[in-house]
């Protein structure tokens, strides 16, 4: 199985590749976008190039980040690729799939779905963590899909933290923009775990972050959250719940929550603070010392 090249498109020194692929996991075609630095082509000894996955929100697909969130300069000034898959799969023909903005098309909440009507494509989990990954390394195989960190906004910050807790030592780090923090209280993902989990709220535990945070047994980064003071969603995200749930874990004083001042929940507030996240992984993948 391999890949279609829909664009390429020069940016920032290096090249954005807006790909598909068939998908076994999702049983759809999946587009993904992946940017290569500037090292990529330019310097023939750059053949372990780390990767960063890229989760957006609800509503979006791969450009989105692709366009606004501009992880370009920092990815070339400490080299590592950045990967952008989509929210979810698209058109697998699901009665309500889209009728509403959180529910079905770009809100997959990126879990394995296990009930009759979702299942056979909404595996998210499945697709981003094993199927993705493995289609890329052996597609772009200067990529260093062993040396790998992750993050995300809203939706994809907590898929981010969800995937990065659920895989102790497979990710490096992990940083989140406004990340969801509560699946059990926050009626996006009450509507998405009901659909594709089922209405066994236990069932939905195995997603939790603020559980898994608490039975988490790994190495411990640091964890980098941003979250804006005029996000008009802060009642829903509740992201700080994530620094209450890290006292008395092995992540006590390693999760560094920082409550921006005026910014909201837009690409202009991710963007402002891309720097930042990048550092920090930059710092993780051992691509800079601090
Ligand atoms: N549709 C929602 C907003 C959805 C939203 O803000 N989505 C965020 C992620 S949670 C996003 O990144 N949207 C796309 C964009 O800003 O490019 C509303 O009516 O308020």
Request: hydrophobic share 35%; glycine share 6%; proline share 4%.
């Amino acid at each position: 199985m391999s890949f279609t090249v829909n664009k390429e498109i020069a940016t920032f020194g290096g090249k954005l590749l807006k790909l598909s692929h068939e998908s076994k996991a999702t049983n759809t075609k999946m587009d993904v976008n992946v940017y290569l630095p500037a090292q990529y082509e330019n310097d023939p000894s750059a053949t372990k190039i780390p990767v960063l996955l890229y989760l957006s929100g609800l509503e979006c697909t791969p450009n989105n980040a692709s366009e606004k969130a501009f992880w370009q300069p920092f990815a070339n000034k400490y080299g590592f690729a950045v990967v952008f898959p989509d929210t979810s799969p698209r058109g697998a023909n699901v009665e309500g799939e889209d009728e509403t903005w959180y529910l079905g098309t770009a809100a997959s909440f990126y879990v394995d779905s296990t009930t009759s009507k979702w299942s056979k494509n909404y595996k998210m989990y499945s697709y981003i963590n094993d199927e993705l990954q493995s289609e890329l390394a052996s597609y772009l195989t200067k990529l260093d899909f062993n040396n790998i960190s992750i993050s995300g906004h809203s939706m994809g910050g907590y898929g981010a933290l969800m995937i990065f807790l659920k895989n102790p030592s497979k990710y490096k780090t992990v940083s989140a923009f406004s990340p969801v923090a509560n699946v059990h209280d926050n009626k996006w993902s009450e509507l998405c775990f009901a659909n594709y989990l089922g209405q066994e709220k236990s069932s939905w535990d195995q997603y939790d972050i603020l559980k898994l945070i608490k039975s988490y047994n790994g190495p411990t980064p640091e964890i980098l959250i941003h979250l804006g003071t005029k996000d008009p969603f802060l009642n829903e995200l509740k992201s700080k719940l994530i620094l209450d749930a890290s006292k008395g874990t092995k992540f006590e004083g390693k999760v560094d929550y920082n409550f921006v001042e005026g910014y909201d929940h837009s690409y202009y507030y991710v963007s402002s603070f891309v720097d930042e996240h990048a550092k920090h992984h930059a710092k993780y993948l051992g691509l800079a010392d601090n």
